[in-house]
């Protein structure tokens, strides 16, 4: 089995930083392309940022100014630095990662980790 989950999201002020987490764990051959992925509320969900093993990052160019994505390959871990949030940048925020198991390659998604920007 393998298990994708998000930490480090809350309430933070506008201006404020958060730190976000993805670890993958479990029958785990080989970490791909790992990205995060933001929902609003009444919106469709959207790219934030991806990663991928060789180092490569691509982001969604309104976010590439106050957002960061990096990896910890050895720890199968993916993290996303958020600067100088917005109240628009309240969203829930999903991690995806393509997995290589003893069973093939597949798509695993976390349960999110929800991001408030508020005063």
């Known amino acids: 089995q393998v298990q994708v989950v998000e930490s480090g999201g809350g309430l933070v002020q506008p201006g404020g930083s958060l730190r976000l987490s993805c670890t993958a764990s479990?029958?785990?051959?080989?970490?791909?392309?790992m990205g995060w992925y933001r929902q609003a509320p009444g919106k469709q969900r959207e790219l934030v940022a991806v990663?991928?093993?060789?180092?490569?990052?691509n982001y969604t160019d309104s976010m590439k100014s106050r957002f960061a994505i990096s990896r910890d390959s050895a720890k199968n871990t993916m993290y996303l630095q958020m600067n100088s949030l917005k109240p628009e940048d309240t969203a829930v925020y999903y991690c995806n990662a393509q997995i290589s198991t003893a069973w093939g390659t597949g798509d695993y998604w976390g349960l999110g980790t929800q991001v408030t920007v508020s005063i």
């Open positions: 479990g029958s785990i051959f080989t970490l791909d392309v």
């Open positions: 990663t991928t093993s060789g180092g490569t990052t």
